[in-house]
Protein backbone atom coordinates (compact mmCIF):
# COMPACT_ATOMS: atom_id res chain seq x y z
CA UNK A 1 0.00 0.00 0.00
CA UNK A 2 1.10 3.55 -0.87
CA UNK A 3 1.82 6.42 1.74
CA UNK A 4 -1.10 8.93 1.52
CA UNK A 5 -0.38 11.77 -1.21
CA UNK A 6 0.68 15.12 0.56
CA UNK A 7 1.46 13.03 4.66
CA UNK A 8 5.42 13.04 4.66
CA UNK A 9 7.62 11.33 7.89
CA UNK A 10 8.26 14.86 8.69
CA UNK A 11 4.67 15.84 9.22
CA UNK A 12 4.13 12.87 11.24
CA UNK A 13 7.13 14.18 13.31
CA UNK A 14 6.18 17.91 13.25
CA UNK A 15 3.00 16.62 14.45
CA UNK A 16 4.44 14.50 17.01
CA UNK A 17 6.27 17.01 18.43
CA UNK A 18 3.30 19.52 18.46
CA UNK A 19 1.63 17.42 20.86
CA UNK A 20 4.50 16.24 22.97
CA UNK A 21 5.34 20.17 23.94
CA UNK A 22 1.80 21.03 24.24
CA UNK A 23 -0.06 18.13 25.16
CA UNK A 24 2.31 15.87 26.84
CA UNK A 25 4.77 12.94 26.04
CA UNK A 26 1.84 10.64 26.84
CA UNK A 27 -0.46 12.14 24.65
CA UNK A 28 1.52 11.15 21.77
CA UNK A 29 -0.15 8.25 20.35
CA UNK A 30 -1.14 6.69 17.03
CA UNK A 31 -4.44 7.90 17.27
CA UNK A 32 -3.86 11.48 18.28
CA UNK A 33 -1.17 11.82 15.52
CA UNK A 34 -3.82 10.32 13.11
CA UNK A 35 -6.72 12.76 14.52
CA UNK A 36 -4.06 16.31 14.19
CA UNK A 37 -2.93 14.99 10.23
CA UNK A 38 -6.68 13.97 9.57
CA UNK A 39 -6.53 10.53 8.39
CA UNK A 40 -7.19 7.32 9.85
CA UNK A 41 -4.93 5.71 12.37
CA UNK A 42 -3.84 2.56 10.38
CA UNK A 43 -3.20 5.15 7.59
CA UNK A 44 -0.37 5.94 9.43
CA UNK A 45 1.43 2.47 9.48
CA UNK A 46 1.71 3.20 5.32
CA UNK A 47 4.57 6.00 6.77
CA UNK A 48 5.85 4.42 9.74
CA UNK A 49 6.17 1.00 11.87
CA UNK A 50 4.21 2.18 14.79
CA UNK A 51 4.28 4.08 17.91
CA UNK A 52 7.93 3.16 19.24
CA UNK A 53 9.04 4.18 15.29
CA UNK A 54 7.50 7.80 16.07
CA UNK A 55 9.12 7.93 19.62
CA UNK A 56 12.48 6.73 18.32
CA UNK A 57 12.50 9.56 15.91
CA UNK A 58 11.45 11.76 18.17
CA UNK A 59 14.27 10.94 20.76
CA UNK A 60 17.02 11.28 17.72
CA UNK A 61 15.65 14.61 17.09
CA UNK A 62 15.61 15.89 20.46
CA UNK A 63 19.33 14.93 21.10
CA UNK A 64 19.84 16.15 18.35
CA UNK A 65 18.51 19.47 18.84
CA UNK A 66 20.06 19.92 22.29
CA UNK A 67 23.25 18.94 21.48
CA UNK A 68 23.59 21.36 18.32
CA UNK A 69 22.10 24.07 21.19
CA UNK A 70 24.54 22.90 23.58
CA UNK A 71 27.20 23.32 20.64
CA UNK A 72 26.55 26.59 19.42
CA UNK A 73 26.52 27.89 22.62
CA UNK A 74 30.07 27.34 24.23
CA UNK A 75 31.16 28.32 20.33
CA UNK A 76 32.24 31.76 21.68
CA UNK A 77 33.82 31.09 24.36
CA UNK A 78 37.57 30.10 24.42
CA UNK A 79 38.55 26.41 24.23
CA UNK A 80 40.20 26.09 27.46
CA UNK A 81 37.58 29.04 29.85
CA UNK A 82 35.65 27.32 33.07
CA UNK A 83 33.09 30.03 31.93
CA UNK A 84 31.76 28.01 28.89
CA UNK A 85 29.53 25.83 31.54
CA UNK A 86 27.45 28.82 32.17
CA UNK A 87 26.29 29.19 28.73
CA UNK A 88 25.71 25.57 28.40
CA UNK A 89 23.95 25.35 31.03
CA UNK A 90 21.15 28.04 30.21
CA UNK A 91 21.22 26.63 26.51
CA UNK A 92 19.76 23.38 28.55
CA UNK A 93 17.72 25.05 30.56
CA UNK A 94 16.47 26.83 27.99
CA UNK A 95 15.78 23.74 25.79
CA UNK A 96 13.80 22.17 28.61
CA UNK A 97 11.47 25.60 28.83
CA UNK A 98 10.75 25.35 24.97
CA UNK A 99 10.49 22.06 24.73
CA UNK A 100 9.35 20.08 26.94
CA UNK A 101 8.04 17.33 25.49
CA UNK A 102 11.18 16.81 23.65
CA UNK A 103 13.43 17.38 26.42
CA UNK A 104 11.89 14.82 28.71
CA UNK A 105 13.51 12.02 25.76
CA UNK A 106 16.84 13.20 26.35
CA UNK A 107 16.72 11.92 29.55
CA UNK A 108 16.37 8.19 29.70
CA UNK A 109 19.72 6.12 28.69
CA UNK A 110 20.25 6.11 25.11
CA UNK A 111 22.48 2.72 25.66
CA UNK A 112 19.10 0.41 24.92
CA UNK A 113 17.46 2.84 21.98
CA UNK A 114 20.13 1.70 19.31
CA UNK A 115 23.28 2.78 17.77
CA UNK A 116 22.23 5.96 15.53
CA UNK A 117 20.77 7.55 19.20
CA UNK A 118 23.32 6.32 20.93
CA UNK A 119 25.79 8.04 18.99
CA UNK A 120 24.14 11.49 19.01
CA UNK A 121 23.59 10.97 23.34
CA UNK A 122 27.44 10.44 23.19
CA UNK A 123 28.20 13.46 21.38
CA UNK A 124 26.73 15.24 24.30
CA UNK A 125 28.65 13.77 26.69
CA UNK A 126 31.92 13.91 24.78
CA UNK A 127 30.95 18.42 24.89
CA UNK A 128 30.16 18.14 28.41
CA UNK A 129 33.39 16.16 28.66
CA UNK A 130 35.13 18.64 26.75
CA UNK A 131 33.36 21.53 29.02
CA UNK A 132 34.94 20.33 32.06
CA UNK A 133 38.40 19.55 30.17
CA UNK A 134 39.45 23.17 32.38
CA UNK A 135 39.25 21.69 35.62
CA UNK A 136 41.34 19.09 35.48
CA UNK A 137 39.52 16.14 36.44
CA UNK A 138 40.32 12.49 36.44
CA UNK A 139 38.35 10.07 34.62
CA UNK A 140 36.82 8.60 37.19
CA UNK A 141 35.99 12.31 38.68
CA UNK A 142 34.90 13.69 34.75
CA UNK A 143 32.02 10.97 35.07
CA UNK A 144 31.20 12.23 38.68
CA UNK A 145 31.44 15.72 37.25
CA UNK A 146 29.10 15.05 34.24
CA UNK A 147 26.36 13.36 36.51
CA UNK A 148 26.44 15.99 38.99
CA UNK A 149 25.89 18.43 36.12
CA UNK A 150 23.01 16.54 34.48
CA UNK A 151 21.41 15.72 37.77
CA UNK A 152 21.54 19.95 38.69
CA UNK A 153 20.40 20.80 34.98
CA UNK A 154 17.29 18.41 35.51
CA UNK A 155 16.41 18.80 38.28
CA UNK A 156 16.19 22.94 37.70
CA UNK A 157 14.15 21.98 34.85
CA UNK A 158 12.00 19.93 36.26
CA UNK A 159 10.67 21.51 39.49
CA UNK A 160 10.14 24.72 37.39
CA UNK A 161 8.30 22.75 34.59
CA UNK A 162 5.80 21.75 37.67
CA UNK A 163 5.54 25.42 39.00
CA UNK A 164 7.97 24.22 42.11
CA UNK A 165 9.31 27.93 42.77
CA UNK A 166 6.69 30.16 44.60
CA UNK A 167 9.02 32.01 46.41
CA UNK A 168 9.51 36.01 45.43
CA UNK A 169 13.18 35.66 43.85
CA UNK A 170 14.06 35.37 40.49
CA UNK A 171 14.22 31.89 39.18
CA UNK A 172 16.94 32.78 36.77
CA UNK A 173 19.30 34.35 39.59
CA UNK A 174 18.65 31.15 41.34
CA UNK A 175 19.68 29.61 38.35
CA UNK A 176 22.80 31.46 38.00
CA UNK A 177 23.44 31.05 41.74
CA UNK A 178 23.21 26.83 41.08
CA UNK A 179 25.71 26.59 38.70
CA UNK A 180 27.77 28.98 40.00
CA UNK A 181 28.21 26.47 43.44
CA UNK A 182 28.76 23.90 41.22
CA UNK A 183 31.62 25.29 39.40
CA UNK A 184 33.07 26.15 43.13
CA UNK A 185 32.72 23.03 43.88
CA UNK A 186 34.92 21.91 40.76
CA UNK A 187 37.63 23.78 41.75
CA UNK A 188 38.57 21.87 45.11
Same mark, same amino acid.
Given at each position: ???????????????? #? @?? $???? !????? *?? %? /????? &?????????????????????????????????????????????????????????????????????? #? @?? $???? !????? *?? %? /????? &??????????????????????????????????????????????????????????????
Amino acid at each position: MSPRAGITNKDIITTA #I @EI $ANVE !GLKEV *TM %A /NVAKR &LGIKSPSLYNHINGLSDIMNLLTLRALEDLYQLLKQAIMDVDEMKREAIYPLSVAYLTYAREQPGLYALT #I @ES $ASKK !GEEIS *TV %A /NQIIE &LLTDVLKPFNLNEEDTIHAIRSLRSILHGFASIENQKGFGMPVAVNESFHYLIATFIEGLKK
